[in-house]
Every structure is written in structure tokens, then in C-alpha cells.
């Protein structure tokens, strides 16, 4: 778990404004996921890539944007069409093409919406 | 796509007495069951899995079992220690498809009182 970060550790938005989470790892896994986390819902898959360049939607991706352009590169953006943005965003990642999908976390990073 | 239900969302036990969670899937094609323990503000850090083709696995104090027949899977902690104090979530992959990811349950607060 040590090889994958998260930036910032603590993030704060005013309403409307977009904002960038970074998630970086260097374990060479194909796979990364994001997922938010809200007390009492567990782990929520946002959004998802198995390659470079490719993307699915998960669970909840309404009002989030990503992009896959580097393979150790996974930012989400939360845009102002997330209408409570405020939750532990957590990012993840994983080999593809394991027969069994063992996922490693980053820190997370906590937004806040004042 | 799969559906994970975890079983009790808070459980309270004296230090040294054991600890049972509970969950059940739905998709008969999954066949691995990662647990992951958060400590309060950490990061998921993955304890313990199981892959279908077995039916119990014993890591120290804590152990699996699984039951494909009737689609659930228990952890079970033994001698617990108030460092086991913890939130603790059970998963399913998703074998049903080609783009691989984990179902998360909701999660076990689980409190250890010494």
C-alpha cells in the first residue's frame, strides 16, 4: 500500500468549483479505482480503468470526470454537478489479469464543501 | 452485477472473547472474498482472503470460511485485543464480467472494550 498516494490530504471547496484529487501509484498495476466513502455506506466505486486510456463507470460516477493518460496517473475530478461532494475519497489499485483482484489503497483524501 | 450484504453494521465485545462478521453475495460466479480492516482516518488494508476452491483459512487469530452452497462467507477473531477495534468490510469480486472489480459490503464497526 505504500506505493500509491494520494494528493491532498485534506481538500476544500467552495460550492460550484471543480476540483482534482490526484492519485499516483508505482506498484506498475494496470488497474485503478476510486471509490468514495460516506459513514455508514461502506465503499462506493466512482469510477474505474483496467488500461491506459480506458474508463467505466461505476457505481455512483454522476458529477465525477477521470482520465487515463499515464498508467501510475489516476485523477478524479469532482465537478459542481455533484451536489454533496463532502466524503473520504479513496483510491485503489490492483494487477490486471490477476485471476484474483487483490486491491491496494492510497491514504485517501478528505473534501470538505463549505 | 453482484450484491454484498455484511452483517451486524456494530459489534461490541469484551478483549479476549471472539468476533463474528457475517456477509452473503449474490453472483454464484464470484470465487474471491478479500476482508479489509480500516482503523479510524487510515486507509482499507486488505487481512485476510479467501478463493473459492477452499472452504476455511486460518491467519493467526482471525479466520475465513466460506460456503458457496448457501453464498456466504464469515471472518471469525479470536482472542480479540482492543487494537482489533476497527471498521471491517467483506467483498466479492465480479466474475461475471471482464472488467474486474470488488463489491464491497457496508461494513462492521467493531468495538473491543478492555
Known amino acids: 500500500d505504500g506505493g500509491i498516494t494520494q494528493s491532498p490530504k485534506y481538500l476544500f471547496r467552495k460550492e460550484g468549483q471543480n476540483v482534482t484529487l490526484s492519485c499516483e501509484q508505482n506498484l506498475n498495476h494496470d488497474a485503478m479505482y476510486w471509490y468514495r466513502q460516506d459513514p455508514g455506506q461502506g465503499l462506493r466505486l466512482i469510477y474505474y480503468s483496467q488500461i491506459v486510456n480506458d474508463f467505466q463507470k461505476g457505481d455512483i460516477a454522476e458529477g465525477y470526470s477521470v482520465s487515463r493518460e499515464k498508467k501510475e496517473s489516476f485523477p478524479l475530478t469532482v465537478t459542481s454537478a455533484q451536489k454533496n461532494p463532502t466524503a473520504f475519497y479513496l483510491c485503489?489499485?490492483?494487477?490486471?489479469?490477476?485471476?484474483?483482484?487483490?486491491?491496494?489503497f492510497g491514504p485517501g483524501t478528505r473534501l470538505t464543501v463549505l | 452485477g453482484e450484491n454484498v450484504e455484511q452483517h451486524p453494521s456494530t459489534l461490541s465485545v469484551q478483549e479476549g472473547d471472539s468476533a463474528v462478521i457475517k456477509c452473503t453475495y449474490s453472483?454464484?460466479?464470484?470465487?474471491?472474498f478479500p476482508w479489509y480492516k480500516q482503523e479510524l482516518g487510515k486507509r482499507p488494508q486488505l487481512i485476510i482472503d479467501?478463493?473459492?476452491?477452499?472452504g476455511e483459512k486460518k491467519d493467526q487469530r482471525i479466520a475465513v470460511t466460506l460456503n458457496k452452497t448457501a453464498k456466504h462467507f464469515s471472518l471469525h477473531i479470536t482472542e480479540t485485543q482492543p487494537e482489533d477495534s476497527a471498521v471491517y468490510f467483506c467483498?466479492?469480486?465480479?466474475?461475471?464480467?471482464?472488467?474486474?472489480?470488488?463489491?464491497f459490503g457496508r461494513g462492521t464497526q467493531l468495538t473491543v472494550w478492555p
Open positions: 479467501i478463493r473459492s476452491n477452499v
Open positions: 467483498a466479492a469480486d465480479d466474475r461475471g464480467s471482464t472488467l474486474g472489480r470488488l463489491y
Open positions: 453472483d454464484s460466479a464470484s470465487n474471491y
Open positions: 485503489a489499485s490492483s494487477m490486471r489479469g490477476s485471476t484474483y483482484n487483490e486491491q491496494f
